[in-house]
């Protein structure tokens, strides 16, 4: 009937401190969780019941947002599951612009809002950085200030997240995903923890705030060097935190020599590396070497998409006029 189509994420700088209202960058990828969607006898994916032990983020979806005929999902995505490239994020949005688009409510910011309540639900803390970015595309900021090119203002517990719009320079990253999953709950708990016991953990939640704005001015430069430089620097502070892992270090020691820079992206313990590189080649072939999965990767322009198949059936399913299930 309809697809929702969302991109992954990969953070330049300032995961895990951003969830402490530090600022933090990330760039959209060409890799996508497309997501169909038709109607059903019951609620199901990809095949089976709808329930949140197995589908916790179309679940949370579903139950905020519709309460109309049932309907069925189904997933076809080519971002490695809980990869640290932001799948969660991904499927979050392309599943709350369904459901937003047959409530004729669909908009990139309405996704972008909708889709951060659905992880802050699932997940029990988190930030809006995968889920506007994989909403908005391109580029984006996420900062405690309101600066130039704002797109929205997303707001949780007394944190206030700034969106921007950053218009990304061509870059090439080589993704190195370790095959052992990042689960993004777990590590944000072990650094809440460290954060609320540690005085030196939150000195390092800072310096990787303050390291962020020095990534943005050579991300606007095109500085591929000090690029890199402030990626290594991040990661090293993330190391400070306990998020990193052996799969992760062997990965970067693989594409380190051959890059501008390296660091893991996401959530961490598992998960992926990003590399930039001018070789990508090169970098791809080390990573395999080591046991990893590479893939080069560029930027995507295009956020959160909907595409019509089948717009008589639609029309069967759309509940009339604006408003929201309470």
């Known amino acids: 009937m309809l697809v929702a189509s969302s991109p992954a994420k990969a953070i330049l700088f300032g995961e895990h401190a951003v969830v402490y209202g530090k600022p933090a960058i990330a760039i959209s990828l060409d890799r996508r969780m497309n997501l169909t969607v038709f109607p059903a006898a019951e609620p199901e994916v990809d095949g089976g019941k709808l329930s949140m ?45 369904a459901l937003l688009f047959l409530r004729g409510m669909f908009s990139e910011e309405s996704t972008a809002r909708r889709a951060f309540e659905v992880e802050y639900n699932v997940q029990g803390r988190a930030s809006p950085t995968d889920t506007s970015c994989s909403a908005h595309g391109s580029a984006i900021m996420v900062s405690p200030r309101e600066e130039e090119d704002l797109l929205w203002t997303i707001s949780a517990l007394g944190t206030v997240w700034n969106v921007h719009h950053i218009e990304p320079p061509e870059l090439k990253l080589v993704v190195g995903y370790t095959k052992k999953p990042s689960i993004t709950s777990i590590q944000v708990e072990k650094v809440r923890n460290y954060y609320n016991r540690s005085g030196f953990a939150r000195e390092t939640i800072d310096d990787i705030g303050s390291l962020v704005m020095d990534g943005l001015k050579a991300l606007r430069s095109g500085d591929l060097v000090k690029l890199g430089e402030l990626m290594d620097r ?35 313990g598992g998960g992926s590396i990003i590399a930039l590189t001018d070789r990508p080649e090169q970098v791809c072939d080390a990573i395999r070497k080591r046991g990893g999965v590479p893939f080069a990767v560029t930027t995507s322009r295009t956020g959160t998409s909907i595409e019509v198949r089948d717009q008589d059936m639609l029309d069967t399913l759309i509940i009339p006029g604006p408003g929201e299930k309470n």
């Open 53 to 97: 032990r197995k589908h916790r983020y179309v679940k949370q979806a579903y139950g905020d947002l519709w309460n109309g005929l049932s309907l069925a999902f189904r997933t076809s995505s080519t971002i490695p599951s809980a990869s640290g490239l932001g799948s969660s994020a991904a499927l979050s949005c392309s599943a709350v612009a």
């Open 234 to 268: 991040n990661h090293s502070l993330l190391t400070i935190l306990g998020v990193t892992s052996k799969e992760l270090d062997k990965l970067r020691d693989a594409a380190g020599p051959l890059s501008f820079g390296t660091k893991l992206t996401g959530a961490g």
